[in-house]
């Protein structure tokens, strides 16, 4: 069994972790399966990973999006926009709403890779998905989309 430091409990990424796991959905029963962290956990393990997201990649400020379209939708039509603008929205442990779950706001890396809680908890490569196909695209980035907003999916183009 892997122990703790203190200095580990008091890191800002753990402490994300512990209230994403603990407090976001009090009695909530979850399977034993992953459940989204956010992408501030993989900081600092994945520094450049990271800085390339934040930076670079248009998901990273993907609720932006549905932010500035608000005015012109109803409720029921924003909330079909979060399955592709936002992590883990409507699975166990994923975004909720800007309020209760804001470090799940934007589509981060676990939208690619799965839930990280696993992957966070033990750095085992094998507990998140690492290699990445078009098929993992093509739940957001259908053809109707791409015709509807009028983008141009960037093929590795959305991260790192």
């Known amino acids: 069994m892997r122990s703790v430091s203190f200095q ?3 890191d800002p990424v753990f402490l994300i ?3 994403n796991c603990v407090l976001i959905w009090p009695g909530a029963e979850f399977s034993g399966a992953a459940v989204y962290v956010g992408v501030e956990a993989c900081r600092d393990c994945h ?3 990271y800085a390339s ?3 670079y990649a248009k998901k990273s400020r993907s609720f932006e999006s549905i932010e500035k379209l608000r005015k012109g939708l109803t409720e029921e ?3 079909k926009c979060y399955s592709c603008h936002t992590t883990g929205y409507g699975r166990p442990g ?3 709403n800007p309020e209760e779950t804001p470090f799940l706001k934007n589509a981060g890396c676990e939208v690619c890779h ?3 809680s696993d992957h966070c908890a033990s750095r085992n490569p094998a507990e998140i998905k690492g290699v990445m196909t078009t098929d993992d695209c093509v739940g957001c980035h259908t053809s109707e989309r791409v015709k509807a907003f009028r983008y141009k999916p960037m093929i590795h183009g959305g991260a790192h």
Do not use: A, H, Q, R
């Open 8 to 10: 580990k409990v008091l």
């Open 17 to 19: 972790f512990l209230l």
């Open 47 to 49: 520094p450049g990973e």
């Open 53 to 55: 997201f934040m930076n």
């Open 77 to 79: 039509e924003i909330e």
């Open 94 to 96: 994923g975004f909720v």
């Open 114 to 116: 799965g839930p990280g």
